[in-house]
């Protein structure tokens, strides 16, 4: 699926070090997989390999990292006349505000 699709499934995509993290924003849960040149968009399957769920959901990040998620929930435009906000595709920076 592509990122406007697990939109539609509840979770924010979000594009960070080569990583592709699905994140729900009411729940905390997060779930990631290498973005590996595009192949992570042939996995639809949440629970099977190679997504990797985090047991302890967005706790299991740094401070930074969690502020970054809480941003992106909050400040995310995906779909407002873009497929993926610079939010989300990592091109805004905690640093750069």
Same mark, same amino acid.
């Given at each position: 699926m592509i990122a406007k699709e697990w939109w539609e499934h509840g979770y924010k995509t979000i594009f960070r070090n080569g990583m592709v993290y699905l994140y729900r924003p009411l729940s905390g849960v997060v779930i990631s997989t290498p973005i590996d040149g595009g192949k992570w968009q042939c996995f639809d399957d949440v629970n099977r390999r190679p997504w990797h769920?985090?047991?302890?959901?967005?706790?299991?990040?740094?401070?930074?990292?969690r502020e970054d998620f809480h941003r992106v929930a909050c400040e !995310?435009? !995906?779909?407002?006349?873009?497929?993926?906000?610079?939010? !989300?595709?990592?091109?805004?920076?905690l640093e750069t505000r």
């Open positions: 769920k985090h047991p302890q959901g967005i706790d299991e990040f740094s401070e930074s990292m !995310c435009y !995906c779909g407002q006349g873009v497929d993926l906000c610079d939010l !989300c595709a990592g091109l805004i920076c």
